[in-house]
């Protein structure tokens, strides 16, 4: 099997920067995906391939990934913001798709 | 506009069958990916299966091999998920989604489905 693991939580102020993070042993050779999911709504992609943002992505949501670790930064965070975030990719070859854990955003 | 839209909630008992939909509108529904994940209450996102329509090609993730089937009719753009005997550990919201290049970006509304005695 294969894991990516996320912090179940992180928590910020209104206008500071939130990094969720995501670990998994295929990301040097794998592309991350993030995904946000307010309640009650089905999930929203804000970023894909490491670092690219969708048509309709605010700027304010960005990724990068190093070695085993993709990160999703969240740049002056605000209450709107507030939601669970997936990270997901593929194991080293690529039949096997995982999502994270899932890591809780507050804001406040 | 590409569209993915889900049959409606359902209620079932225990032992019971049951089959789901996820209709597409607004594209070409041979050409892409359709996958289907589960959500059970308060949990995260678990990736079930996927299946191109053009062919029926269709790939499991190990835990739900043989738990669930995936199909696809291309006549009416609408593909299913199904259970022969649904247990109330299948309670959970099912989401299908389609691929666009590598992402999985348009997704379902959601179908609830409860199962208990």
């Known amino acids: 099997s294969y894991e990516l693991t996320q912090p179940p939580s992180v928590s910020v102020s209104p206008g500071q920067t939130a990094r969720i993070t995501c670990s998994g042993d295929a990301l040097p050779k794998k592309y991350a995906y993030w995904y946000q999911q307010k309640s009650g709504q089905a999930p929203v992609l804000v970023i894909y391939e490491d670092s690219k943002r969708p048509s309709g992505i605010p700027e304010k949501f960005s990724g990068s990934s190093s070695g085993t670790m993709a990160t999703l930064t969240i740049s002056g965070a605000q209450v709107e913001d507030e939601a669970d975030y997936y990270c997901y990719s593929t194991d080293s070859s690529g039949n096997l798709w995982v999502f994270g854990g899932g890591t809780k955003l507050t804001v406040l | 506009e590409v569209q993915l839209v889900q049959s409606g909630a359902e209620v079932k008992k225990p032992g019971e069958s049951l089959k789901i939909s996820c209709k597409g509108s607004g594209y070409i529904f041979t050409s892409y990916w359709i996958g289907w994940v589960r959500q059970m209450p308060g949990k995260g996102l678990e990736w079930m299966g996927i299946?191109?329509?053009?062919?029926?090609?269709?790939r499991y993730s190990p835990s739900f091999q043989g738990q669930v089937t995936i199909s696809a009719d291309k006549s009416i753009s609408t593909a299913y998920l199904q259970w022969s005997s649904l247990k109330a550990s299948d309670t959970a919201m099912y989401y299908c989604a389609r691929q666009n290049g590598s992402s999985w970006y348009y997704w379902g509304q959601g179908t609830l489905v409860t199962v208990s005695s």
């Open positions: 299946i191109y329509p053009g062919d029926s090609d269709t």
